[in-house]
């Protein structure tokens, strides 16, 4: 799918993100037991997640996409879907024990809300004068890019095993 480079920053950072929802889709489904004696690093894992990549993108989007140029209820979907997402990461940070299923609702929330936004929010923006584009790369050189070294799997180990390996 062609995209204008002013947001190729941003569907970068989709792709990464779209990897983490994968993963966090898994964490559903893994053991009980495995997932609470790793959930101190899995939960310190998601905290860096999001702050070192999330919570910017996030950022950047609300402050610098023309809005003016879109319909309201892509605004009001956008900003809305970004809360619920921030409220389940704080949810996770917050919680003593791992809840497999806001790991599973994350995941699923995140692969939506991205694909919405590469599909339908996107598309009409690289219509957008060269000045609006210009101001969103601009704000996505802050963008530090997701580290997706622990999403890869790890070889001879079960997917499950390699989340936060």
Known sequence: MYRHPSLRPLSRE???????????????????ELLEARWPEIRERLGRFWQDSLQIHFRVEESHIPWQCLERASY?????????IRDLFEHLKEAGQPDGFVLGRLGRLLMQHIRWEEHVL???MQEQ????????????????????AWLLPVPG?????????
């Open 122 to 124: 996107f598309p009409p």
């Open 76 to 84: 009001e979907r956008l900003v809305g879907e970004h809360c619920e």
């Open 129 to 148: 004068s060269g000045e609006a584009l210009a101001a969103i790369e601009h704000a996505s050189e802050e963008l530090q890019g997701a580290d997706p």
């Open 14 to 32: 989709h792709h990464f993100t779209l990897c983490f929802a994968k993963r966090l889709m898994a964490l559903e489904r893994v053991d009980s």
């Open 157 to 165: 180990r079960s997917a499950a095993k390699t989340i936060v390996e």
